[in-house]
Antibody, heavy 120, light 107 residues
């Protein structure tokens, strides 16, 4: 059974940093691309960042480019999102999502999300 | 970035009704278009991939069609458990984007 478990969310002040993690199990992690998708309160889904199976291809939404860094550790079956210079508009539920392919395409499994609250 | 314009933003229909949602891309994305269902408090669920392919285990009342810039998603007979927000998503390039979502309610 595919499982994606996010962690690392919490309350953080504007301008500070936070690192999200996603622990994956139930599939061959190093074959598939992975993503972070978020949903701000009362808003729709927003793709944040994606990373290919071998980390060769990485992309970010304009809203986070230059502040967020996605990475993965295939030996640990883990995905990460380093979030720096956090803003109020980054407050959201952050989902880890598994891609159906090795390069960015669509999301066939999702975690339950970790909540990031940005407030002073 | 490729913009995805989804409509309507919300709709209300009766059980058994046929429901159609559209998604328009700002440029040609071939058939790189997927549809998700999102219920409150749950993780989103993939329903349709590559415009018209039904994900395994998804009821056949859900379908998708289209290519290029114009796509449609249809629920042939709306059921109470279909109450959710539905999103389209493109993957024509590495920077993926979602449509704004369509909230489906029962009349």
């Amino acid at each position: 059974e595919v499982q994606l478990v996010e962690s690392g969310g919490g309350l953080v002040q504007p301008g500070r940093s936070l690192r999200l993690s996603c622990a994956a199990s139930g599939f061959t992690f190093d074959v598939y691309a992975m993503h972070w998708v978020r949903q701000a309160p009362g808003k729709g889904l927003e793709w944040v960042s994606g990373i290919s199976w071998n980390s060769d291809n990485i992309a970010y939404a304009d809203s986070v480019k230059g502040r967020f860094t996605i990475s993965r550790d295939n030996a640990k079956n883990s995905l990460y999102l380093q979030m720096n210079s956090l803003r109020a508009e980054d407050m959201a539920l952050y989902y880890c999502a598994k891609d159906a392919q090795g390069e960015q395409s669509f999301f066939d499994y999702w975690g339950q999300g970790t909540l990031v609250t940005v407030s002073s | 970035d490729i913009q995805m314009t989804q409509s309507p933003s919300s709709l209300s229909a009766s059980v058994g009704d046929r429901v159609t949602i559209t998604c328009q891309a700002s440029q040609d994305i071939s058939d790189y278009l997927n549809w998700y269902q999102h219920k409150p408090g749950k993780a989103p669920k993939l329903l349709i991939y590559d415009a018209s392919n039904l994900e395994t285990g998804v009821p056949s009342r859900f379908s998708g069609s289209g290519s290029g810039t114009y796509f449609t998603f249809t629920i042939s007979s709306l059921q109470p458990e279909d109450i959710a927000t539905y999103y389209c998503q493109q993957y024509d390039n590495l920077r993926l984007t979602f449509g704004g979502g369509t909230k489906v309610e029962i009349k």
